[in-house]
């Protein structure tokens, strides 16, 4: 991270990317994601119509590293949609990572104001 006392950048503007990246490394890697592709390539991932009713939230690994589950977050109304494709997202999601990395997928229902698009 960037000291403000740093004489390199003294004058100089900065980019916000180069301010805030070590940042963000720090917060996603808190969540459980090794990088942040699943976060900004879900969509594609995923496709779009699960990915507009859904957004990855955090990847947790048990303490033995037998099992690793994905949380995502669920507009309510489409929990019970997106629930009968739980299995499809665990297989994509592994697919994008080239081997089984998740061993479940879990939702969280959240109401529409508290369902927040990563767009």
């Not at 995923?46 to 690793?68: C, F, H, Q, Y």
């Amino acid at each position: 991270m960037i000291n403000r006392g740093d004489r390199r950048f003294e004058g100089k503007f900065i980019q916000t990317s180069v301010i805030l990246e070590d940042l963000i490394k720090k917060n996603i890697t808190k969540k459980g994601f090794g990088n942040s592709n699943l976060l900004f390539q879900w969509q594609d991932i995923v496709g779009a119509e699960i990915g507009i009713m859904t957004r990855p939230l955090k990847i947790v690994t048990s303490k033995d590293k037998n099992t690793t589950k994905l949380i995502i977050q669920v507009f309510r109304a489409y929990t019970s949609q997106v629930s009968l494709c739980l299995d499809f997202i665990k297989q994509r999601v592994n697919q994008f990572y080239g081997y089984n990395a998740i061993s479940t997928v879990i939702m969280k229902q959240t109401g529409p104001y508290e369902f927040k698009s990563i767009d």
